[in-house]
């Protein structure tokens, strides 16, 4: 097709947004072939996260044509999936945040449903994306959708889509939709004649016409109502350990912010079903807003810059603890006001004597931090008070991911429950812990994977910071009034049990996709993959786009292939891990190294930082070489 033809293509398809008409007008007019090329000769693909991009016009980016192609590809996807049920008996959820577009994505979607008779639930106001995979669940819907592009910057949106187990989906049903929605480009049209006047059923005017709540043959409905009423008594029946009185004025105070995202209205009624008194709000961040002002990257992952706000919130209100949900609530970032009263670790690393109650800041705990500690909360809560066999021991299921920290495995050897490593994402976690929840006799008790992504219970099949806020501000509650502990002490505990664990992840934005082929491929070094890095010996080696493992005993990796992820184990104990992103421009490193004895040498604390902050600095400048 010539570009001409593609951009009269685009613009018979984009009826009825001026902004990204005009944007391909413009780069028509003034002759940007290179430009309008990038736009409109690639398609967003239907990715890790179902689709997340840039809003902008173009077949490659989040628009109104995307969207509806996307719908609609879905749409009949999920009517060949079930060939013995008439439309109507399908159920779909549809769920949005705050950010631009976000309502209208959502409304569309809406409509390529309700055309095709398929029982559609739209949510009234925006909601938390765990709430999307909650009401699949509990209405018993077949799949779901929540337009989101989560912590990513207010330029992006996504189309997050879900299946009828409440997790995300995974293959075969995402190559299946991805080919649906290639052989359903065109705009759907109204069927009834009184309608004729719309070219199509995304006519703005169209849509205002048929998404009424009111009207019940036309089979929308708002799930809203019905998700508050159960969630809250869920997550409280099944999560909350302590019977708290809110008015006990002991409660140490907790600082709040939602990153300008949508969570105050689903987090704060989480500490009320707790009892929990209410949190301080940091009041720049509070309300929902597409804009994001105050923060380059809502991402509570980023660190100080995100959480700062915050951190001087809670140093005016004195409170030693934040608890932050990134823009849709899914995720959870915890800090605390730290001293080094009796933690053993941090006196092993500087060498000072214990007992000075030297004040350190603020502590911006970790995934796998918060991850190790969630899961000890969640222990101790769930197993029986009496002795219990190694087979009952067995029964209870712990999840994470690949690139995750080690210490959960190393806390499943020593206390006897049974534990998996999936590959990285939710959509692993969420199919394999279904797999757990459908075992009779399994009990499944707890996920998480280092981005701060936290699944407490088989509630719903997803990240959830929303209950993640209330069991964890009742965990460090009943630390500190009842066990007069800090959360850093508790932590100094378990790596005391379990062992000490370090890690250092971060990554590089990295915008050429050659680039990221030239160094994979420098990495696979032709299938004789490095056996060194500087002076660090390699003992083994994991390709998971091959499926290639040198540590196994057949030469096989045991998690499934997936996209670009190399794992390299040194002699020394360290493990370097590098892979793309799925879902953004990024080149991601994950790296540990843990106290237990390698070659015969016991590890104190400081030794292992040591060890794998000099071979993470042989990684960089001998292998990533960001510079280049």
Not at 58 to 87: D, R, W
Request: proline letters at 4%; glycine letters at 6%; aromatic letters at 12%.
């Amino acid at each position: 097709t010539t570009m001409e033809g593609l951009v009269q293509q685009w613009l018979a398809w984009d009826l009825y947004n001026e902004s990204t008409r005009k944007e391909i007008n413009d780069l028509l007019t003034n002759k940007k072939d290179d430009d309008l090329k990038k736009l409109l000769s690639s398609r967003i693909a239907f990715g890790t996260a179902g689709l997340r991009g840039q809003m902008s016009a173009g077949y490659s980016n989040m628009n109104e044509v995307t969207v509806f192609q996307a719908s609609q590809g879905l749409c009949k996807y999920i009517l060949q999936s079930h060939p013995n049920q008439k439309p109507e008996e399908l159920k779909f959820v549809i769920g949005y945040d705050h950010r631009h577009n976000s309502r209208r994505y959502a409304e569309i979607t809406a409509a390529t449903f309700m055309y095709s008779g398929i029982t559609t639930y739209l949510f009234s106001r925006t909601c938390a994306t765990p709430l999307v995979s909650f009401a699949i669940k509990i209405l018993h819907a077949h799949a779901g959708v929540m337009v989101t592009a989560s912590h990513n910057p207010k330029q992006d949106n996504g189309y997050k889509v879900y299946w009828s187990n409440s997790s995300q989906v995974i293959e075969p049903h995402d190559k299946g939709i991805q080919k649906c929605i290639l052989e359903n480009l065109n705009p759907w049209a109204p069927r009834d004649t009184h309608n004729n006047q719309f070219k199509t059923i995304y006519d703005p005017n169209y849509i205002k016409s048929i998404l009424n709540y009111n009207q019940n043959n036309n089979h929308l409905f708002d799930p809203t109502p019905e998700v508050i009423k159960a969630y809250y008594p869920t997550i409280r029946e099944k999560l909350s350990y302590r019977k708290f009185d809110a008015h006990h004025d002991k409660f140490p105070p907790i600082v709040f912010t939602p990153m300008h995202g949508i969570g105050d209205f689903w987090t704060s009624r989480s500490f009320e079903t707790f009892n929990l008194p209410p949190y301080i709000p940091v009041k720049e961040q509070i309300q929902p807003d597409p804009d994001f002002p105050t923060v380059a990257f809502p991402n509570p992952e980023e660190g100080e810059g995100a959480l700062k706000l915050a951190m001087q919130t809670a140093d005016k209100a004195n409170s030693k603890i934040i608890l932050a949900n990134d823009p849709d609530s899914d995720r959870l970032a915890f800090a605390e006001r730290v001293t080094d009263e009796n933690v053993k670790f941090l006196q092993n690393i500087t060498g000072e004597e214990p007992g000075n109650k030297k004040e350190l800041g603020w502590k911006i705990y970790t995934g796998n931090e918060i991850g190790i500690l969630l899961a000890h909360w969640v222990w101790i809560n769930s197993k029986s008070k009496q002795e219990m066999t190694k087979e009952q021991l067995s029964k209870f299921v712990m999840i994470t991911t690949a690139v995750s920290s080690k210490m959960l495995k190393s806390m499943a050897k020593i206390e006897g429950f049974t534990y998996e490593e999936t590959l990285t994402g939710f959509k692993w976690i969420g199919n394999v812990a279904d797999k757990y929840i459908n075992t009779p006799g399994m009990k499944f008790l707890f996920a998480y994977e280092e981005a701060i992504g936290f699944m407490i219970g088989d509630i719903c099949l997803d990240k959830d910071g929303v209950r993640g806020a209330a069991v964890f501000a009742e965990f460090v509650s009943d630390l500190y009034m009842n066990q007069k502990k800090s959360v850093l002490q508790v932590l100094d505990s378990l790596y005391d049990k379990y062992g000490y664990f370090y890690s250092l992840n971060k990554y590089f934005f990295c915008y050429s996709v050659a680039k990221v082929d030239e160094l994979f491929a420098y990495l696979r070094n032709g299938g004789k993959y490095f056996d060194h890095c500087g002076q660090w010996k390699i003992s083994s080696v994991c390709d998971l786009e091959t499926g290639y493992d040198s540590g196994s005993p057949n030469g096989k990796t045991t998690l499934p292939k997936s996209g670009r992820m190399l794992v390299f184990r040194f002699e020394c104990g360290v493990e370097v891990i590098i892979r793309g992103s799925g879902t953004e421009s990024k080149l991601i490193y994950y790296t540990e190294n843990n106290s237990f004895a390698t070659a015969g040498r016991v590890k104190t604390c400081r030794v292992v930082r040591a060890e794998l902050d000099q071979v993470l600095n042989d990684v960089i400048f001998k292998w990533l070489r960001p510079g280049e």
